[in-house]
């Protein structure tokens, strides 16, 4: 790219190289606008004669081409690309959604000296409307064997971003406690609905229950008969590990234990299991305040019925200091 003089008659379809305001110091064009016949016409009835301007060389791509490139390379899902001035585009989500972003790729694209990439939060939740990414390119130009190193590297490991739409979520609740479990529901049901408000959401199924190993195993197997897409266990008590009574309870009706403990606070005894591809959660404590919490991280995801491993609930230490 090379910056040159020109004449206003001659400097349509060129690329401004710098800002022109008018006398009383309103905006006329912008940097990075490609002059159209329309503009020179208006650049000489302002008393205008030649204007700064760049000249792609061969081997660069304009940065709003380049930007829109990269912009239909790196997302999936609930997505709609909106071009902007100045080389950048922007990513919205279409529908409510979990924003998954593979943080590794984004590190190595954004290493490159061409383009670099803003995303919203792994496993974070977008309503639709919301921007989840811009692309941004340097001034003016890519080099287009910069541009296809990028694209290589996307087309080869995949997308950056996906949008995984959230539609119609069912949440199941277990309220349960030692003595009595509509106890558990008084304290826990109003701070529940407000905190699955936040997702557009409410409770689908409820049920209380005496924090039994049996009476709490069959409360969920009843809640898994509902399909839900995710069960939440709001206890009065703290667990121990998956030994005490909710964790055997989930063992009991087939529940694959992932994880317990998570690396957020507040949150810690997280205890996560899966019935076939319906997480459950037991979070003591989460449900007392609705404050953010683990279960503000790890709703998202399951909402949009991503699969949350242990190893990925882990990966939330960084940032998992809430308070």
Same mark, same amino acid.
């Given at each position: ?6 004449? $206003? ?9 710098? *800002? ?30 030649? $204007? ?25 899902? @609930? ?7 100045? &080389? ?12 998954? +972003? ?9 290493? *490159?000296?061409?383009? +670099?990439?803003? *995303? ?17 390119? @340097?001034?003016?130009?890519? @080099?287009?064997?910069? !541009? ?35 106890? @558990? ?10 905190? !699955? ?18 009476? *709490? ?99 939330? &230490? ?6």
């Amino acid at each position: 790219m090379k910056a040159l003089t020109v004449g $206003v008659r001659e400097s349509a379809g060129r690329i401004l190289c710098c *800002t022109i305001f008018r006398a009383g110091g309103r905006k006329l064009l912008a940097k990075g606008h490609v002059i159209s016949d329309e503009d020179v016409r208006l650049l000489e009835t302002e008393g205008m004669e030649q $204007v700064w301007v760049t000249q792609l060389e061969d081997g660069e791509v304009s940065e709003d081409e380049a930007v829109s490139i990269v912009a239909q390379t790196i997302g999936c899902g @609930a997505v709609e690309i909106k071009l902007a001035a100045g &080389g950048r585009a922007n990513i919205f989500a279409t529908e409510d959604c979990c924003v998954l +972003v593979d943080d590794e790729l984004l590190k190595q694209i954004n290493c *490159t000296a061409s383009i +670099v990439i803003a *995303t919203a939060l792994n496993f974070s939740y977008a309503k639709a409307g919301q921007r989840i990414a811009t692309i941004k390119s @340097a001034p003016f130009a890519v @080099a287009q064997a910069q !541009l296809e190193a990028v694209i290589s590297i996307l087309k080869e490991r995949g997308p950056i971003l996906q949008a995984r739409p959230i539609r119609a979520p069912q949440i199941g609740v277990l309220y349960s406690d030692p003595m009595n479990g509509d106890r @558990a529901r008084q304290l826990f049901d109003n701070i529940m609905v407000q905190r !699955l408000e936040k997702f557009n959401t409410v409770p689908a199924f409820a049920l209380t229950t005496v924090e039994d190993e049996a009476q *709490t195993a069959r409360a969920l197997q009843h809640l898994l008969r509902s399909r839900p897409t995710a069960i939440l266990v709001a206890s009065t008590t703290a667990p121990a590990g998956p030994d005490d009574v909710i964790g055997r309870a989930m063992s009991r009706v087939g529940c694959h234990i992932e994880k317990f403990l998570a690396p957020v606070e507040p949150g810690n005894l997280l205890l996560l299991g899966y019935k076939d591809e319906v997480p459950i959660i037991s979070a003591p404590g989460c449900f007392r305040s609705v404050r953010s919490n683990v279960v503000d991280l790890v709703l998202p995801p399951m909402l949009s019925r991503y699969h949350l491993s242990g190893w990925e609930l882990a990966t939330l &230490g960084h940032g998992g200091l809430l308070c």
